[in-house]
C-alpha cells in the first residue's frame, strides 16, 4: 500500500514536473574512483541532457565525506557505497537512491607489504592496517575478520583516506591497507602486493558497490530532472561498455594516470546496463525490490553489531529508499 | 582599617554572587532552549539530539566506551597530547619571548618565521608534518605545538617590551646581574601578561586537537567526535563537544589559580 501510494505521489509529481520550471544549477557530488561517472563527467553528457542548467562537479574523498556533504545539502547528485547508504538510510538521512553506479571487483583490495610476508588474514596479527572508516573496504575488512574469528584489536587498524593511505605506505607507517584506485595502484608498485579484493569478497557473499543518490528536495520539485540525470549517467554506462579504448582515454585524463593503470583499472570496476539494473540482482523495480536491499539489511545488522549504527531499519525503509521508477522510466523510452 | 577591609570583601563576595547568578541564567536559558526546541519537533533530531540523548550518549561511553575505550581513555589521551605541546610551548615559547623583548636584533631575526607560519591554516600545516613526520604521534605533537607557541613568543615579547626601563635601571644600580634582572625583575613584571598569553596559546591548541586527531589516531576526544560525525552520530558529537569545552574551561580555571599563586601581587593589585 505504501508503495502504492508513493508510487502514485511520484506519478503525480511527474505529471506536474512537465510544468515545473527548470533548476538553475545542479551539483553532482562524484566520488574519487574509476566508474563511468567520469566518463559522463568529461563527455558534458549531464550539461547535453539538461540543457541551460549550470553543472558543477564535486570530487569527493570517500563515503564519509560524501556522508557529511549530503548532511550539509551541499550537493543534489551523490554516490555512495553500500556501507555508507546503510548509515545514511538508517540515521534518516533525505536521500532516494537512484541507480546503480558501478559493481566493485579488484579495483577496490587490500594490498600488503610484500617483505612482511602476510598469506592469510591471520598473519595481519600485530600488524598496523589503514582503511577510510565508514567505507566499503573497512566494512570488508571488519567482515572479512569477523569470518575468519580474528579479534580486529589483534591489530592496529587506522582510520585514513586514500590519498593519506599512499602517503602512509611510501613512508613504511602502515603494513596493509584496503581501499581503491587510483591511489591503490602507487601502493602496489610501491613494494605491495594484492592479497584480497572485493571481487573475491563478492563471491563469498558480500558484495559491494555503489548507488547514486539525490537529495528528496530535489526529487521532489525537479523529477524529470532525475530521469535527465539517469539518462546521462546511462549513457556514460553504454560509451564505457562499448568503446574501451577511447574510455581508458578518458579515465587516463581525468585521474592523472597512464594509459595502461587506467586500462587495467577500468576491468576491476564492473559496470551495470540500466535495462539489467532492473533485474532481481540489483536494483529490481518497483514492484519487485532488487537484492540491493537484502545488500543494505545485511550491510546495516553489521554495522550494528559493531556499534556503528544504532538500530537497524527495517526492510520497508531501504525499499522506500532504493526508487527504480525514475531508472524504469529512463529504460523505457 | 580592619572595618574597611571586612567592606571590601563583603563588595567582593556580593559582586561575586551576581557574576556567577548571571552565568548560570545563561547556562540555565541555553538549556532550555536546547529542551524546547529538540521536544518540540522545531529541530531535525539528526543534527540536533535532545539533551537527554546526548547525556544517554555521555553514560554509555563514560561506562561501556566508544570504539574500544572508554570516554575517560579518550579524554586522557587528547589532555596528555594537548598538555605535552602547550608544556613544550611555554619551555620553548617564553625564553625566545624574552630575549626578542630585549633584543631588537633577535626580534629581526625571529619575526620573519614566526609572522609567516602565524596565519598558516593548520590544516594546510598538517598535510606537510604528516609528509615529514608520519602519522603517529610526532606529526599530532607537532601541530598542536606550532598552534601554541606564536601566542607565548608574541605575548611574552610585548610584556617585556613594555616594562618602564627604569625598573631595570634601578636594579642596575643595586648591583643586578642580566639574571637576577631575568628573574626578579622581567619575569614578575611581565608575569601577569606571560600568563594571559599561556592562556591564549591553549585556547589554540584546542582549536587544532580535532584536525589533529582526524590523520590515524585512533583515540582520543578529537578522533572520537570526527569518526562519529563520519557515522552520523550526533548525540556522540554533541556530547564529545561538550566534554571538550568543560576540559577547556577546567585547564583555564587551573591555570588563573596556578597565577594566583605565582603573582599574588597582581591579585592585590586589583582590589
Known sequence: MKKLLLGLTSALALSSAAMAEAPEEVTIGYLNLVNAQLVTKSLGLVQKHMPGVEINYIKVGGGGDMLRAIAADQIDFGGLGNPPTAIGVARGLPIKGTMVLNMLDYVEAMVVRTEEDIQSFADLRGKTIAAPFGSTTHYLLLQALANEGIDPASMKILDLRPNDIALAWSRGDIDAAWFWEPNLNKTVSDGGNIFMTSGIMEKRGYPTWDVGVVMNEFADKYPDYVEKFIAAECEGIEYWISNPAETAVIIAEELELSLEDATRMMRGTEMVPCEKQLTAQYMGTEAAAGGFVDTLIATSDFLVSQERLPESPSREVFEDFLVSTWLENVVAE | ???????????????????????????????????????????????????????????????????????????????????????????????????????????????????????????GLYTLLVMWLGIGEESKFALLFLAGLPGIIITTTQAIWNIEPIYARAAQALGAKRWDLVRHVYLPAAGPTILAGMRLSLGFIYTVLVAAEIVAATAGIGWMIWDAAKFLLSDVVIMGLIVLGLTGVALDMAMRQIGHWLMPWEAQLRN
Open chain 2, 1 to 123: 582599617m580592619s572595618e574597611s577591609s571586612s567592606f571590601a570583601q563583603h563588595v567582593k563576595a556580593r559582586f561575586w554572587m551576581r557574576s556567577s547568578l548571571l552565568s548560570l541564567t545563561t547556562v540555565v536559558f541555553m538549556f532550555a532552549a536546547w529542551e524546547f526546541v529538540t521536544a518540540t519537533g522545531l529541530a531535525n533530531k539528526l543534527f540536533l539530539p535532545a539533551p537527554e540523548a546526548v547525556w544517554k550518549a555521555f553514560i554509555k561511553a563514560a561506562t561501556k566506551g566508544y570504539q574500544g575505550n572508554t570516554l575517560q581513555t579518550h579524554v586522557g589521551i587528547s589532555l596528555l597530547r594537548i598538555l605535552a605541546a602547550f608544556f613544550a610551548a611555554i619551555i620553548v615559547g617564553v625564553p625566545l619571548g624574552i630575549l626578542m623583548g630585549l633584543s631588537k636584533d633577535a626580534r629581526s631575526l625571529l619575526n620573519p618565521i614566526i609572522e609567516f607560519y602565524r596565519p598558516l591554516p593548520p590544516l
